[in-house]
């Protein structure tokens, strides 16, 4: 596949760090838009061609965030995103997509994914939902430590 790293400088990175994002985006527009997007933050950005890869990568890299396009080739997007959040790593999926309603949001948090970004894609609009998604995944791993040590302590 086409699956690979993109380069990331260190040019405006904020105190967030470099964020590992994966980009399961079919679009070779939307590829480059989220290159550039991932570079100027100095993100981490593995492409990825199939649902399959996807969640390979997420096995390997652990990476917090997942971009998702609405239309896959080799299986439907609520299949994908209930399968990439149940992981045992709980990453971030925010559908891409080129219709976005109330409706649409809906499912998407009902099948387990987090948000949902509208095409075209604005760099705002991603970096918004991408540092969003990274705060949401750090605490809610935060808590899932805390809570397994206490748990320990009690037996």
């Known amino acids: 596949g086409r699956a690979n790293w993109q380069a990331s400088s260190p040019a ?15 679009s070779d ?17 593995l492409f990825a061609d199939t649902s399959e890869e996807a969640r390979s990568a997420l096995d390997q890299l652990k990476a917090p965030v997942i971009l998702c396009d609405r239309d896959l080739p080799d299986q439907g997007w609520r299949e994908t995103v209930e399968d ?3 992981s045992p790593h709980r990453a971030c999926v925010i559908l891409v997509s080129g219709v ?8 998407v948090v009902r099948t387990g994914g987090y948000d949902v970004l509208a095409k075209p894609l604005r ?5 918004r939902a991408v540092r969003l998604a990274w705060s ?18 009690e037996s």
Do not use: F, Q
């Not at 405006?12 to 079919?26: C, D, E, Q, W, Y």
């Not at 527009?29 to 950005?45: F, K, P, T, Y």
């Not at 976005?100 to 499912?107: F, G």
């Not at 949401?136 to 302590?153: F, I, Q």
């Open 12 to 26: 405006g990175r904020a105190s967030m760090g470099p964020i590992a994002v994966i980009g399961l985006v079919t």
């Open 29 to 45: 527009e939307d590829r480059r838009v989220l290159a550039g997007i991932c570079s100027r933050n100095g993100w981490h950005l």
């Open 84 to 86: 990439l959040a149940s």
């Open 100 to 107: 976005v309603d109330t409706y649409l949001w809906d499912e």
């Open 123 to 127: 760099e705002d609009e991603v970096v």
């Open 136 to 153: 949401y995944w750090k605490s809610a791993a935060k808590r899932a430590v805390n809570s397994g040590k206490k748990k320990s302590r």
